[in-house]
């Protein structure tokens, strides 16, 4: 018999070693932040390889598709390259994996296209004016796309949600309905997927046809599931399909860092597991191992006010070191200066830069912060939030291209393309869509023939080069090279277009070169354009920011930094109305106590030292002076807590 190669006792606590080592059949991990819970799913994947269980048999599920790749990057290192074969990722990546192979069974080509939140923005707006529904009260785009989501991923229905939502306004939810209507038939005449799609007809293959439930049930002998507490209906629904009445399913999670309840996130489904389940054998870790105990404490006091959770503390085991601060400070150019002083000399002290992470509520609160740091320029940082890297025009523009040679039927990407030549506007590349009858296979001479005659003049000569790559495409193997696509693309026309069309041509023209070294890992085109799509958030950017300097200061919002750690946390305009946001407020008790949780998951990701900045002012929109007061988060706090400063600049 093999000699186990992991000393699990030696690595983990009695707690985690038995969810390791638990039996088959269902088991759930429920602790809070830090004790282990991702710890343990990576000992767990090394101890059934260990076992003998083939890797490929094996599904990960996890939050993130960067978690996903660490998470079997440590595995690796615990068993060897035995993990490889292992199918981990997101949910929506083993989703769109399955429907690749079966999309037919839901009504879709194979090569559908997968729509991202401003391809969705769009076609929903296209459908709104279709239905003549321009009146101004009438919901823009993102707030259609909003109650369409809430529906998809609580498996509820539109005309339910929008009645409710809309009660108190002029709007008439059955035109709320009727566009979602136009968009559903749009979508599916475009064979395209917008995310909850993709879940829902992930769905929808095991729900609707019992051989491929019977398949896939057959395959997966052991699924694993991380951050648990923010899965929505459908996607537990979809485990539960999969794992089958006592099949080896672990979950684990913390109720107390459930943050995704307006993207229809139900921790329920952790309260409701053991029901789901009687079998299961629950486990609880209460060590943590991140924090010192001065910043655990905080977390225990912030947290218990809440309602409806199971309640329970961690129990520090590092030495304690120093109390969280909670810096008070003129304004949000102070917190900027502040900051960026402080890690300065935190770093003269020993400390990383890699270190350390500024977090916060929303986007915007970081404006300042990352005006300052720039300029400055003595801090180097990289921002994991803000707009989507794959989001931004001119890498629309130049995957439009890509698009619609791997799916013909892309309207969307054949109007983006055809309206970056001069004189060419969306009225005109609709017609030629229409002249072409609604497919458009540039890697027919026919079809570019029949295209090119329908373009103006002042567009032909730039068209040349689509024309030239289209004529290679197969020739040259193109498909396996999206790179090589976009160089020929960008030196034939694009680079002149961004020179002329951008004032800040040379970072985007950076930021292309990066995307063509970015598509190098892909086999072929599709597998790239999928992964483009998938990219739920800065990840790629992030990612190679960070691969090309490690010792940079992130900036992030709390909801990206779920699962992270960092030895120094800094918490950006802990103030009322900012954080708790002054929405979530007035919205409701379970608005605030998400916020809560929220600002539990900031405070929980810090090791060594918690920074809280509460600015005092700040300007309002109408450039008057607003004064601030401490979130009452800091103030519902025994005040010995913490240890109150002030800075002044
Ligand atoms: P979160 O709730 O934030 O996702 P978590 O419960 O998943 O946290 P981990 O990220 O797995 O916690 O672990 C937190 C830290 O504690 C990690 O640095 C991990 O390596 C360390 N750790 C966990 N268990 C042990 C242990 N038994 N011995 C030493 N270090 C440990
Ligand atoms: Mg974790």
Redesign the pocket.
Known sequence: MAVPRIDFTA???AE?QAAVQAPDGPVLVI??????????LVYRVAYLVEQGNDPSRILLLTFTNRAAHEMLERARQLVGDGVSGLWGGTFHHMANRLLRRHAGAVGYQPDYTILDSDDTRRLVRLCSQELKLTDKHFPKPDVLLSVFGLAASTEQSVAALAADRFEHSRVDPGDVVAVYEAYEKRKQQLNAMDFDDLLLNGLRLLTEHDALLERYREQFVHILVD?YQDTNTVQSHWVDLLAGPGGNLLVVG?DF?SIYSWRGANYRNIITFPERYPDAHVYY?VTN??SVPEILGMANACIAGNPLQFQKTIQPVRDPLERPHCVSLDDGHAQAEFIIGEAQRLRSEGYAYGDMVVLYRAHYHAMELQLALARDQRVPFVITSGIRFFEQSHIKDVTALLRLFANPGDELAFQRLLCLWPRLGAKTAQKCWQALGGRCDLRKDATRERLAKGLPAAAREGWNTVEMIAADFDRHELQKDPAEIIHRFMAGFYEDFARETFENSDRRLEDLAELMRYTHQFATLDAFLSEMALQTNLDAEADAAVQRETDVLRLSTIHQAK?L?WKVVFICWVTEGMFPSLRSVNESEEGLAEERRLFYVAV?RAKDALYCCVPRQRRGRDGSMQFLLPSQFLQELPSDLMTASRFRR
């Open positions: 690595e983990l606590n985690q602790a809070a932040a830090g004790t282990g819970k991702t710890r343990t951050e913390d860092q870790l191992y991140r699962g750690e929980t």
